[in-house]
């Protein structure tokens, strides 16, 4: 019986989001403030009722206790009048610390981070 690939598509496990963790976000000329759902070093789902299409490129900011973290992310799927499912691209180093200690206040234990390409 084969598999589907959407078993094999995460390479980190992903914490819900269960506390009031935000967004601000700029996508194509349009920007706004959404809701983390949930999020792990590779990636996050954040409450967006802007359709983004596959390949999108996002510039992230983080409203977080823990420090600035921006990053760059891409759409990697959308489930209409819900939210987008992002993928990481770019995150400097200091940024990527502060990710890794709210992933880490948010429960999860990992902390790896994703390859530092520098924005």
């Known amino acids: 019986m084969p598999q589907t690939m959407s078993c094999f598509r995460r390479h980190t496990s992903r914490v819900e989001a269960e506390e009031s963790v935000y967004a601000f976000w700029s996508c194509d000329g349009r920007e706004g403030l ?9 990636g996050l789902f954040m409450e ?12 992230l900011h983080f ?11 891409e759409v990697r799927h959308a489930k209409p009048g ?9 995150i400097n180093r200091q940024d990527c610390q502060h990710l890794a200690a709210l992933i880490k206040r948010l429960g999860i ?10 924005v």
């Open 109 to 118: 234990r990992r902390q790896a981070c994703p390859t530092q390409l520098g």
């Open 63 to 73: 409203l977080a206790g823990e420090g600035q973290i921006r990053a760059s992310a």
């Open 48 to 59: 967006s009722p802007v359709e983004e299409h596959l390949g999108a490129l996002v510039t």
């Open 82 to 90: 819900k939210g987008v499912g992002l993928k990481f691209i770019a």
């Open 34 to 42: 959404s809701r983390v759902r949930d999020l792990s070093p590779s």
